[in-house]
């Protein structure tokens, strides 16, 4: 089944303890995005990647890292987390970068800072 | 760079009656519309859109027009059922840059 999946789905953790969420996708999409959802804001782009090793900004970058050495997998690290971090992140793909294309999302990750 | 507003941020519908949700975008340069539903506990799936070149695009129920002189478009859902309860999101782009979406509508269909 063609899919974009995220772990953990759920995670709470202390300000300042380094965490990883893992992003992987089946569909052979050289595009992959990083989003964070809050309430009365929509989706915020955080980081994308158009192809293996190349990683860009997005609107919300600060205190998120990414890295993209294979194809299918596009982590966001968040080095030292803070509680304005608090949120629901989705990771999506597409088959090719540019604004035209479809975007397939994972099923999210809460996750809660204390 | 584009920014894309949305409204209402809620609305309830009764069964079977029309719901419709309006978004404006500010990039004059922008050509592609899509709609995304967010089901509880699920992230966003693309549900239906539409370029620059159509005025209106519709599948079953649910429809979008866009109008481009004054730069808005709209979702259109007609016989409303209780599974269309869910976070609707539009979001705009040109064909090089990335999609910007609006706030998002939580649309709640009562029996």
């Known amino acids: 089944e063609a899919q974009v999946t995220q772990n953990p789905r759920y995670l709470i953790t202390v300000t300042g303890k380094k965490l990883t969420v893992t992003c992987s996708q089946n569909?052979?999409?050289?595009?992959m995005s990083w989003y964070r959802q809050d309430p009365g804001l929509g989706l915020r782009q955080i980081y994308y990647?158009?192809?293996?090793?190349?990683?860009d900004k997005g609107d919300v970058p600060e205190g998120y890292k990414v890295s993209r050495k294979e194809k299918r997998n596009f982590p966001l690290i968040l080095e030292s987390p803070s509680p304005n971090q608090t949120s629901l992140y989705f990771c999506?793909?597409?088959?090719?970068?540019?604004?035209?294309?479809?975007?397939?999302f994972g099923p999210g990750t809460r996750l809660l800072v204390l | 760079g584009e920014n894309v507003e949305q409204h209402p941020s809620t609305l309830s519908v009764q069964e079977g009656d029309s719901a419709v949700i309006k978004c404006t975008y500010s990039?004059?340069?922008?050509?592609?519309f899509p709609w995304y539903k967010q089901e509880l506990g699920k992230g966003p799936q693309l549900i239906i859109d539409?370029?620059?070149?159509?005025g209106e695009k519709k599948d079953q129920r649910i429809a979008v027009t866009l109008n481009k002189t004054a730069k808005h478009f709209s979702l259109h859902i007609t016989e409303t059922q209780p599974e269309d309860s869910a976070v609707y999101f539009c979001?705009?782009?040109?064909?090089?840059?990335?999609?910007?979406f609006g706030a998002g509508t939580q649309v709640v269909v009562t029996p």
């Open positions: 999506a793909s597409s088959e090719l970068a540019g604004g035209g294309e479809t975007q397939y």
């Open positions: 569909m052979n999409h050289e595009y």
């Open positions: 990647s158009m192809n293996v090793e190349v990683t």
């Open positions: 990039d004059s340069a922008s050509n592609y």
């Open positions: 539409i370029r620059s070149n159509v």
């Open positions: 979001a705009a782009s040109n064909s090089w840059g990335k999609l910007q």
